[in-house]
């Protein structure tokens, strides 16, 4: 479908983008299809200007390099503008309330993309705000990450519905956003962590409903080989992410047994994809061989952040 045919089922002006559970399973699809038309349009060569004139702000609390150059290009190649603003160029910084200042910003932008830790900053930002915030990465989810995701599977495999994803690894802000996807888009999602490191037990319940209504099937364990066997897919993180660092050495006794590698991905289909939403520590998590091997689509993972915030903005501002 084309943006014009999209823009007549489904409307979402105005909406924050904080996370996929928000979204029901064919506003997920709209975006994934608007991302997938952007990303032709640009490759292309068309200019496709709907943001001109508009601005977003972008709140960077936590380090980053795929978040801002996708978005900061992303919105540029919109017809807007992005402005980059660091927790040291923030009156946030000095103790001003999120309410405040997400007011104050309403009067000057047309959104808000905010990466940050606590979830909580991201909810009552967006209730402060007049305009559109996105979450850009928290503590709790990366939606932004896993909507790139599901668009770069759904171009290699042609498919979501039916196919297994197997997420191996901590139970993060990353297998959160992931296992939600899967349940609204009708995705089979298995998950392996090591005991005392699996996802949310709150966000698995409510995945679970929704897979119930989708028809996706859903594992949470500890069992790598389950997890993996027959799989469309294989996906893992680091042991230890940002804000983690100090637990390091400990997380990788636990996580040994958890390594991605060629050992473990042969239980999957010949024709698995490997992928990680980078940094990646090769060696730790994954084995050169895999991340590095014909199987592996991390970097078109990493460009189709460019084209699913592309989508999102596009749509929401």
Not at 124 to 149: E, W
């Given at each position: 479908?084309?943006?014009?045919?999209?823009?007549l089922?489904?409307?979402?002006?105005?909406?924050?983008?904080?996370g996929?559970?928000?979204?029901?399973?064919?506003?997920?699809?709209?975006?994934?299809?608007?991302?997938?038309?952007?990303?032709?349009?640009?490759?292309?060569?068309?200019v496709?200007?709907?943001?001109?004139?508009?601005?977003?702000?972008?709140?960077?609390?936590?380090?980053?390099?795929?978040?801002?150059?996708s978005?900061?290009?992303?919105?540029?190649?919109?017809?807007?503008?992005?402005?980059?603003?660091?927790?040291?160029?923030?009156?946030?910084?000095?103790?001003?309330?999120?309410?405040?200042?997400?007011?104050?910003?309403s009067r000057?932008?047309?959104?808000?993309m905010?990466?940050?830790h606590?979830?909580?900053?991201?909810?009552?930002?967006?209730?402060?705000?007049?305009?559109?915030?996105?979450?850009?990465?928290?503590?709790?989810?990366?939606?932004?990450?896993?909507?790139?995701?599901?668009?770069?599977?759904?171009?290699?495999?042609?498919?979501?519905?039916?196919?297994?994803?197997?997420?191996?690894?901590?139970?993060?802000?990353?297998?959160?956003?992931?296992?939600?996807?899967?349940?609204?888009?009708?995705?089979?999602?298995?998950?392996a962590?090591?005991?005392?490191?699996?996802?949310?037990?709150?966000?698995?319940?409510?995945?679970?409903?929704?897979?119930?209504?989708?028809?996706?099937?859903?594992?949470?364990?500890?069992?790598?080989?389950?997890?993996?066997?027959?799989?469309?897919?294989?996906?893992?993180?680091?042991?230890?992410?940002?804000?983690?660092?100090?637990?390091q050495?400990?997380?990788?006794?636990?996580?040994?047994?958890?390594?991605?590698?060629?050992a473990?991905?042969?239980?999957?289909?010949?024709?698995?994809?490997?992928?990680?939403?980078?940094?990646?520590?090769?060696?730790?998590?994954?084995?050169?061989?895999?991340i590095?091997?014909?199987?592996?689509?991390?970097?078109d993972?990493?460009?189709?952040?460019?084209?699913?915030?592309?989508?999102?903005?596009?749509?929401?501002?």
């Open positions: 479908m084309t943006i014009t045919e999209q823009q089922a489904v409307d979402l002006k105005g909406r924050d983008f904080l996929l559970s928000d979204f029901t399973t064919e506003e997920i699809q709209y975006l994934l299809d608007m991302a997938i038309d952007l990303k032709k349009k640009r490759n292309a060569g068309e496709f200007h709907p943001l001109k004139g508009k601005t977003l702000g972008m709140i960077f609390e936590k380090s980053s390099t795929r978040t801002r150059v978005f900061e290009v992303g919105m540029y190649q919109l017809g807007g503008h992005a402005l980059f603003l660091s927790s040291n160029d923030l009156q946030l910084g000095r103790g001003e309330t999120i309410s405040d200042t997400a007011q104050t910003m000057y932008l047309d959104g808000i905010i990466r940050t606590a979830h909580r900053k991201v909810i009552d930002l967006a209730r402060g705000a007049t305009i559109p915030v996105i979450n850009g990465l928290t503590d709790r989810s990366h939606p932004c990450q896993a909507l790139a995701d599901y668009q770069t599977i759904l171009e290699h495999k042609g498919q979501l519905r039916g196919l297994k994803v197997a997420y191996i690894g901590d139970g993060n802000n990353m297998v959160h956003s992931l296992i939600m996807g899967a349940a609204k888009l009708g995705i089979d999602f298995a998950v962590s090591p005991k005392g490191y699996e996802p949310n037990e709150k966000i698995v319940t409510s995945a679970v409903d929704v897979a119930n209504q989708t028809g996706a099937k859903l594992y949470v364990g500890n069992d790598v080989k389950e997890a993996v066997s027959d799989a469309d897919v294989i996906y893992t993180d680091v042991w230890a992410s940002m804000g983690f660092e100090e637990e050495k400990e997380r990788e006794i636990a996580f040994k047994q958890f390594q991605v590698n060629e473990l991905v042969s239980l999957a289909k010949k024709d698995y994809l490997f992928m990680h939403c980078l940094p990646a520590h090769r060696g730790e998590e994954v084995s050169e061989g895999v590095d091997g014909p199987n592996s689509i991390i970097f993972q990493a460009e189709n952040r460019l084209h699913a915030q592309k989508a999102i903005m596009a749509a929401i501002m």
